[in-house]
């Protein structure tokens, strides 16, 4: 393994994947979904393959003593929003389910989600063992400290740049919904603030 390869592997990183909510109930708080999926090639050329968070669920995850991975908003730590009290790997990905906390921002992401302005998780984690492929790094084992409710999929590699992915129908349904929210939503002024730049961006 190069030297290239062993720093990434050692680097923290984020991880996102679009539209894995399962359900939502605003009245109690509890978001169900997956913050990863296994076997999808990334854009950073990995692969994350079933089995590779066992070992830090056993740790840290929620039926551990530590308890120590957490449910962030937008990768910031400032902003818990719990922890999750299911968190497990099936066939699919990394599944989890989460009480959200009553704080302002807490109860902002709940109505966003209802809304379905955001609808994408991500990851953060450090590779603990990886095995090259033909074309892709294979990630076998990560040490994962969070999942988070994301706006866009977020990748401290690939930073959301603009729209050039995004076709005309979808564009058009996102604009839709988070005018429908900025108009009828009770959101705090930070929220309202990022949603008009989302707007923006999409304008």
Excluded at 171 to 185: E, H
Aim: charged fraction near 25%; aromatic fraction near 10%; hydrophobic fraction near 30%.
């Amino acid at each position: 393994m190069d030297e290239q390869t062993t720093k990434s592997m050692n680097a923290y990183q984020y991880k996102g994947i679009p539209a894995q909510v399962k359900d939502i109930d605003t009245k109690n708080g509890i978001v169900t979904g997956y913050f990863s999926q296994f076997g999808e090639v990334d854009s950073d050329g990995d692969m994350i393959v079933k089995g590779a968070f066992s070992k830090s669920i056993m740790e840290n995850g929620p039926e551990s003593q530590k308890q120590r991975i957490v449910h962030l908003y937008q990768h910031d730590v400032s902003k818990p929003l719990g922890k999750p009290y299911m968190l497990k790997e099936d066939d699919y990905g990394l599944y989890f389910e989460s009480k959200i906390v009553g704080t302002s921002y807490g109860e902002d992401v709940l109505k966003l989600y209802e809304a379905g302005v955001i609808n994408e998780h991500s990851i953060g984690f450090v590779t603990v063992k990886g095995q090259p492929k033909d074309g892709y790094m294979e990630i076998q084992e990560v040490k994962l400290f969070e999942g988070s409710t994301v706006t866009f999929g977020a990748n401290e590699n690939t930073p959301f740049t603009g729209f050039k992915n995004m076709d005309k129908e979808t564009a058009t349904d996102q604009v839709r919904k988070l005018t429908k929210a900025v108009r009828n939503g009770t959101f705090t002024d930070e929220t309202f603030h990022l949603l008009e730049i989302q707007l923006k961006q999409l304008e």
